[in-house]
């Protein structure tokens, strides 16, 4: 495997793959969270405002497992927050996952264009707070002093992901995108490769599997991410 000599800024899209093997479920995946869920349930506003106890539960639960002492960073992470620390250019990690594995494993520059399941907002101000205990229709909101307001500083379907044109901004400025652990399924994230690959990018995926965007990639990391991200970063830190 190749990766150009003369890379300057790279652009790292992680997905919940790079999180399965620390004990966190895909969504897509066989056993995954959307086969006993349905999306638009916990994942709407719609679904909100039908039903907020179900929503609040669900990423209650959700934040109660990602504290929970056996859910640690993976040899994946790992191996990206050593690219950050070594590599002499730009390292920006993009991540569509809710969790903070990536922060517990060193990484500074990331983006979370999903949310953050640690983090609640409320829906007067907008303002953010941080979270690691239960949300539910009787927490009295930090700046409003009222209950209600409320709701996990998640984007759900329908609603536009975080930072858009800062990433916009890093595509443009590419010229190593990767891809971890990313089913493809989702916009806008699944169409940063084409973005990429237009600013001139060389393009990597890394997955279990094939997905339905492999062919616009240049080339494969096939395999776990565990072995296969530590594996790409050696690469790039000792081409
Ligand atoms: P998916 O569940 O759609 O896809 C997970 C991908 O990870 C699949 O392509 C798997 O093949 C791959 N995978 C699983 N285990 C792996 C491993 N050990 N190593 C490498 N790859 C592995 O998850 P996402 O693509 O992240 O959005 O889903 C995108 C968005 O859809 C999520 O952010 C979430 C969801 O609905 C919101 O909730 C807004």
Redesign the pocket.
């Known amino acids: 495997m190749i990766i150009p000599n003369n890379i300057k800024n790279i652009v790292i899209l992680?997905?919940?793959?790079?999180s399965?093997?620390s004990g966190i479920k895909?969504?897509?995946?066989h056993g995954?969270?959307?086969e006993n869920y349905d999306?638009m349930d916990v994942?709407s506003v719609e679904g909100f405002n039908k039903d907020p106890k179900l929503v609040y539960e669900f990423y209650n639960a959700r934040r109660a497992q990602l504290q929970k002492p056996e859910i640690s960073p993976n040899a994946?992470h790992l191996a990206l927050a050593e690219l950050e620390k070594k590599f002499k250019g730009r390292v920006t990690i993009v991540t569509?996952?809710?969790d903070n594995l990536h922060e517990r494993a060193g990484s500074h520059n990331i983006l979370h264009m999903?949310?953050e399941l640690l983090k609640m907002r409320c829906t007067k101000s907008l303002k953010v707070f941080a979270i690691t205990g239960e949300l539910n229709q009787s927490t009295v909101c930090p700046c409003c002093k009222v209950v209600g307001n409320l709701r996990p500083n998640?984007?759900?379907?329908g609603e536009v992901p975080n930072g858009l044109s800062e990433i916009d901004q890093l595509l443009r400025e590419c010229d190593l995108f990767i891809s971890?652990?990313?089913?493809?399924?989702?916009y806008p994230?699944a169409s940063f490769v084409m973005a990429a690959k237009q600013s001139g990018a060389h393009t990597l995926e890394?997955?279990?599997?094939p997905?339905k965007l492999s062919r616009e990639f240049d080339s494969q990391f096939t395999?776990?991410?565990?072995i296969?991200v530590p594996r790409l970063v050696k690469l790039i830190l000792s081409p």
């Not at 998640?154 to 379907?157: L, N, Q």
């Not at 971890?180 to 989702?186: A, D, L």
Request: hydrophobic share 45%; glycine share 16%; aromatic share 10%.
């Open positions: 992680t997905g919940a793959g790079i399965a093997e895909t969504f897509r995946d995954g969270l959307w999306i994942a994946a569509q996952n809710v999903h949310g998640i984007v759900w379907f971890i652990g990313t089913s493809g399924e989702v994230a890394q997955n279990l599997s997905t395999g776990s991410a565990s296969e």
